[in-house]
């Protein structure tokens, strides 16, 4: 150790003798310096990998193991801006003047400063004039002067006619622009008035500057050697509002509906108490989506005839040739109302009750509203899920086999209790917003769902994207009477489970164990995984039921030589696939009394008529060779194509009216039993940042990224582990998916392969030490922190030159579950010494 450290020092000692020469001669030649750090030595490779666990909480108590890729690091600094639209107050009236607020982001990875211009551009019948308030320093700006703030506006400052630099902005800081636009005498209304802080083509976002009047930029900060790797870059947005209208602060509620189920629930074909469910969620936007220029609110009560108290009130009325079949579903902080006013009446105008009347057949509308004592208002960015309602049809839907349904929402904004808010189901726009004239209807439908003749405005998907949004789209069922022979094959207890598309892609989710560090890339031979599927004759004759599996819809997506084994009671049939098509290979039991075979398929026999159900078994033994569900090119996999899905085997199910043997009556169903292996992703990246290093020598090592990087002492790593459940989601109604439970992420600087807590040079220090503050997971979690070699020692968040009074572990113990889809990011910084 003494002799590397007296080598560094001959060497710095040569090195400066070499520079005095130079320059004592006049020299210029360009002196290409030698390393002679001090700390972690140059070339240095430093690992990172992360492991998790987690479970499925349809198997609970069996960990399923992830690996993330690995990655080795270097980044530098990197400016970015953005600008956005905050709001507008003010009235939108000829001689009146507007305040149009803009909020400069700092979404760089250092700080910066902004330019920013006492200049914005306008459209329409208005100019960039007016007096806003005085400023900080008391002084009385003149007309058109734009102001910022730097404190969240609660102090503002005049921006001088040739603009100003703020002072250095701290990374996600903000800076608040205010713009004064007068509305012209002769403007009318309806006129579109527009104001525009900065100019990029399209309003992009943090691009890089081409220089114009008017931009807003980012400025060097200067607190680092060099300039941001990516130059300078600029940003800039427009608000609009039209004349007639107030701006101010609305809440843009949404209510959404679906139909969530429907049974024929019949022995005959009159259909007359076949039983609709629907499903109701209230959504309060936190952006302005309608691009109106309000300012988004809490969504807050209103009168109704029901008690002294301004409620929120959820309204679904009972459609024609339906009544009320079971007590609705509210959830936690709501309750349930009913009213017998006619629905020729709005909404809000009826008179409603707790108690529901004698006979629930009497309800023409059910309600839901908030209890105040729990949910006093609906803050922006909440929704709120989890109300049901449940219809039967009556004697008169044999006439009419369509049943039409549409739901509103009632309230106020938040501090404003004069003006409503109405909102109707069945597509996306808050506030029955009528994208076209950019207004906001003051009435709601009346809610009448005797509709005829049928509407035009429809939800056709069942999934609330109807496109006239002024009035909302009405959620259409058509029923269905029931066949003779007739049956419904889907996942465990829900034979009526619907898919993507239909009751034919309806599916079950599950996963294989993964052994402990298979890393992406890696193939398994996981054990077989067992299903239980439920079928249902809903016919009106018992059936016998016969089962046998079918290639996917993709025959690819189904590794070769999967093993599938239909079972039921002491029945079972086992069946290869080769690729193309399922081949029989063996049975046990007899069917009509012959041997099970493949033209003599397993049969679940005498399935009572009307709704009788029977559960049968289905194991699914994927070969040696599968690639991993998580796999994807982005982590370096050895993979060709990203995978990120799981490996379906589809049982088709069917009445064999024609004796054949084969799948080819009129009464099939298909359920798809889909096996995954592993559904949480682990994705590892790095940047550099610079820190107290040198900048940057190659641009993109200052973003996020699997790559190979070249951090210098000072600088710092900052790891990012992208977790993301790639399963299925819910989608159609009653599928069983699969919810990440119980996720522990560990990062382990002692355990091969990674090495960051190490004194890899052996120099006496490890050789990247933890950023205090900076282990922060995107969601809700417990993290834990872990010292010594190995990391075995509880300790804190600390920083330090050795395992022992540094962090050489982090355990990220995530809260709750992770739905799939989802993804959720857990970051730590190491600085390199």
Do not use: C
């Amino acid at each position: 150790m003494i002799k590397q450290n007296k080598s560094v020092n001959n060497q710095r000692k040569l090195y400066q003798s070499l520079v005095v020469t130079a320059l004592l001669t006049g020299s210029f030649f360009q002196f290409v310096s030698p390393v002679l750090a001090d700390g972690t030595t140059a070339g240095t490779s430093i690992s990172n990998t992360a492991t998790a666990t987690y479970e499925d909480p349809n198997s609970p108590g069996s960990p399923i193991n992830s690996t993330s890729n690995t990655v080795t690091v270097t980044v530098a600094e990197v400016a970015g801006i953005t600008v956005t639209g905050s709001g507008i107050a003010g009235t939108a009236s000829p001689g009146q003047t507007l305040v149009y607020t803009y909020t400069v982001t700092n979404v760089g990875n250092d700080l910066t400063k902004f330019q920013i211009p006492n200049l914005a551009t306008t459209t329409g019948p208005a100019t960039v004039s007016g007096v806003l308030p005085v400023d900080k320093t008391g002084a009385t700006p003149s007309s058109g002067n734009l102001q910022y703030s730097t404190d969240g506006g609660a102090t503002w400052t005049n921006i001088p006619a040739g603009g100003l630099t703020t002072g250095a902005i701290a990374v996600n800081g903000t800076v608040l622009v205010r713009v004064p636009v007068t509305v012209q005498a002769g403007a009318q209304t309806g006129d579109i008035i527009t104001a525009r802080l900065g100019q990029t083509p399209g309003d992009a976002q943090n691009q890089p500057r081409i220089a114009d009047g008017g931009d807003v930029y980012t400025v060097d900060n200067g607190n680092v050697a060099g300039a941001s790797i990516n130059g300078v870059r600029e940003a800039s947005a427009t608000q609009q509002i039209p004349v007639g209208n107030t701006a101010k602060s609305k809440a843009l509620a949404t209510i959404l509906k679906t139909k969530t189920a429907y049974s024929n629930n019949s022995t005959s074909t009159d259909l007359t108490d076949d039983l609709l469910t629907y499903g109701l969620s209230l959504r309060v936007e936190s952006n302005d989506v309608t691009n109106s220029g309000v300012t988004p609110a809490a969504l807050a009560g209103t009168t109704i005839t029901l008690d002294s108290v301004a409620h929120i009130l959820v309204s679904d009325a009972i459609p024609a040739n339906t009544v009320l079949n079971s007590t609705p579903v509210a959830p936690s902080g709501w309750k349930v109302v009913y009213t017998t006013t006619a629905t020729s009446t709005n909404a809000e105008l009826a008179t409603w009750s707790y108690t529901a009347p004698g006979s629930l057949s009497s309800v023409t509308r059910v309600g839901f509203v908030n209890d105040p004592t729990v949910v006093t208002s609906v803050a922006t960015g909440t929704t709120v899920s989890g109300f049901s309602i449940q219809i039967k049809t009556t004697g008169a839907s044999a006439g009419s086999p369509n049943i039409y349904n549409i739901a509103q929402v009632a309230g106020t904004t938040v501090g404003d209790s004069t003006n409503k808010i109405y909102d109707n189901s069945g597509d996306q726009n808050p506030d029955n917003f009528n994208s076209t004239n950019q207004t906001f209807p003051t009435t709601t439908d009346a809610g009448s769902d005797t509709v005829t003749p049928a509407p035009a405005n429809i939800d056709t998907g069942n999934n609330n994207t109807g496109t006239n949004s002024p009035t909302g789209n009405y959620n259409k069922t058509t029923l269905s009477a029931v066949a003779p022979v007739s049956l419904l094959n889907g996942p465990n207890g829900v034979p009526d489970a619907v898919g993507p598309t239909s009751n034919n892609d309806d599916f079950t989710n599950k996963s294989a164990l993964i052994p402990p560090n298979s890393i992406p890339g890696s193939t398994v031979d996981p054990a077989a995984v067992s299903f239980t599927n439920t079928v249902q004759n809903t016919g009106t004759s018992v059936a016998n039921i016969s089962l046998v599996p079918t290639p996917p819809a993709t025959p690819g997506d189904l590794p070769t030589n999967t093993v599938v084994t239909l079972s039921y009671q002491s029945l079972s049939a086992t069946y290869k696939y080769n690729g193309t098509t399922f081949q029989f290979i063996s049975a046990t039991g007899t069917v009509g009394g012959n041997p099970i075979s493949a033209t003599n398929p397993l049969q679940i026999s005498a399935v009572p008529a009307n709704g009788g159900k029977a559960n049968y078994g289905v194991s699914v033994d994927l070969p040696a060779g599968t690639p991993l569900s998580t796999d994807t090119t982005a982590q370096g996999a050895t993979v060709a194509t990203t995978i990120e899905r799981g490996f379906p085997t589809a049982i088709i199910a069917f009445i064999d009216t024609n004796n054949n043997g084969l799948a080819d009556d009129t009464a099939t169903n298909v359920s798809i039993d889909r096996v995954y292996t592993g559904f949480l992703q682990l994705l590892k990246e790095s940047r550099v940042l610079q820190g107290t290093g040198p900048a940057l020598p190659v641009a993109a090592d200052g973003t996020f990224s699997v790559t190979s990087k070249k951090p210098a002492p000072g600088n710092i790593i900052e790891y990012r582990i992208t977790y993301k459940n790639i399963s299925t989601s819910q989608v159609g109604t009653g599928n069983l998916i699969l919810n990440a439970d119980k996720i522990v992420i560990t990062e382990d600087g002692t355990q091969a392969p990674n090495n960051w807590a190490k004194d890899n040079d052996n120099n006496s220090q490890i050789d990247t030490s933890n950023i205090v503050g900076s282990a922060k997971d995107s969601g809700t979690s417990t993290i834990q922190f872990f010292s010594g070699n190995p990391a075995t020692n509880s300790g804190n968040d600390q920083t330090g030159t050795t395992a022992n009074t540094d962090v050489s572990k982090y355990v990220d113990g995530v809260t709750g579950q992770v739905a799939p889809t989802v993804q959720r990011t857990f970051i730590f910084q190491r600085k390199v010494n």
